[in-house]
């Protein structure tokens, strides 16, 4: 007897939740920014929003503001609650709604369920190097949720709700991430692509194909909810100077040289081959619809063509294909193929599939025995507390008492050197240490950026007297530098190592080595450390 209560949508949700929770126990919070953006948060919380940097000493005093601040506080209220276990199930329990949702759409557009699990799996792969838990995650859903409606208007099947709460939506995601840009350039491209269309259909006879508009009262609408979503990010606590940090990161021509995830997709790397076969596959499937292709169809070659430019934007090519395979499926030959030779258990007609309440609250009541678990610290595997963990070959966790302990016996505001992605890591443990340098790159800017770069791949023998030079500016008594079991020691590392006159390796782990100063040094190049001038070397 079929179980009427099972549905494919409850099945998914367990299964990619499942998958996640396993899969990215410690990958989740490989990006150095997952934990600085929780003391952000908290300051913002406690103290209220900053206007100057409070974590290193190279920029210290400098103008900075928070443009993430409200993925920020909400990444500190969950912290507070459930620590790094909560933001974890919180991460993983939406990505896999996200990707249940998807699956829902597939099957409402008539693709079969063995097609559309393969096809939220791939989309979900193809994505799954760049998942952490930060606030870019934001722009993930909320790009799927903006395609959505623009597939739906397209084929008017778009409820009036959906429509209307878009700018409230904008005006949200402005104040989580940047990625906001995005959703406006979607906007832009479609509606400025429709009222083509539907100019020349109205005035010149054409049929050119479908746009969510009959009339000129219609292209109204649409144009007051375009322009305002295109207004959203003027709402946000910083003004003006918003746009001024998003310019610097997005027209920055050395991010793409020097910062792994703003490189261009490099095709000899194994983890862009799933992107780059979805790439085939989506164009593929595009190819073959023609001359039947609808505008919406072709928003994903945006988001292909930007992640050659930046491998970074590589998941948001993967949701909006996610989006736009199901609706595109119907019109190509390949679906046709199947539904005239195969035995029908690959192809189903369009229908609609409304929302059961059983498919809400089955994942809704799976995720609250989580959090109960959780909230009464109870260590069960993959839902329980004490689960989601850093990693020891990325993190110097490992080293975690030995710098508290340094943090608690020098002054506070002891400057210490780090490399870029332990920033994170020491902001969240050692707050009573000031940084040398984390990634926050709209901070440091092009100019130190590119010139740290350089230097920090020079020679020991020439890296090595730059490095002093910084120390005696900084008076920094420590310096934690990145090193790998299975890589030649860096350049720096192989200085400090050669300099046992002056600097003494202290602990050592999987993801990092700790020099200080000879003993007889350490404690008063600290206390002279307050006297020392900010500004990046």
Known sequence: MRLRWLYAEIAVFLAVWIALMVLLRERAFYDPGSLWHIVVGEIILTQGMPQSDPFSFTCAGQRWVPQQWGAEVLMALLHRVGQLDLLFLIFTAALATLYAWLFHRALHYGMA???????????????????????????????????????????????????????????????????????????????????????????????????????????????????????????????????????SIVSSPVLPRVIGEHMPLDPTRPFTWPTLALGVVYLLLLISALPAIRITWLLPLVWFYFSFQSIRQAPLFAVTVAVTLPALWPATRFYRWLRRF???????????????PLMVLAPLLAVSVALVLQLTRTPVPLFGTGWARLSPTMTPIELRDTLQHYARTLPPGTPIYNDPNFGGFLIYFTPQFKIFMD????????????????????????????????????????????????TPKSSLEQYLLSRPDRWREIARCQAAVLFALRSEEILSSASSASKKNGGPP
């Not at 007051?224 to 709402?235: D, K, N, T």
């Not at 901070?443 to 090595?464: H, K, N, S, V």
Request: net charge neutral; aromatic share 12%.
């Open 439 to 486: 990634d926050r790159c709209e901070l440091y800017g092009d100019a130190w950026l590119q010139l740290y770069t350089d230097t920090i791949a020079l020679p020991p023998e020439q890296l090595g007297p730059i490095f002093e030079q910084w120390q005696q500016r900084y008076g920094f008594p420590l310096a934690l530098i990145a090193t790998s079991p299975y």
């Open 342 to 356: 195969s035995d029908g258990t690959l192809v189903c007609p369009p229908a609609p599939r409304p929302v059961r």
């Open 113 to 247: 369920p063995i097609l559309a699990g393969l096809m939220v799996a791939a989309c979900l792969f193809a994505g799954a190097f760049h998942y952490y838990v930060r606030p870019h995650m934001v722009t993930i859903a909320a790009l799927a949720w903006t395609m959505a409606i623009l597939l739906d208007a397209e084929q008017r099947s778009l409820s009036s709700w959906r429509l209307y709460t878009l700018p409230l939506l904008y005006i949200l995601w402005t104040n989580l991430h940047g990625g906001v840009l995005g959703g406006i350039l979607m906007l832009g491209l479609a509606g400025s692509a429709w009222g083509i269309v539907f100019l020349l259909n109205r005035y010149t006879g054409l049929s050119l194909g479908e746009t969510p508009w009959r009339h000129w009262r219609e292209v109204g609408l649409w144009a007051g909810v375009l322009s305002a979503c295109a207004l959203a990010p003027l709402v946000n606590p910083h003004g003006l100077e918003m746009f001024r940090i998003w310019k």
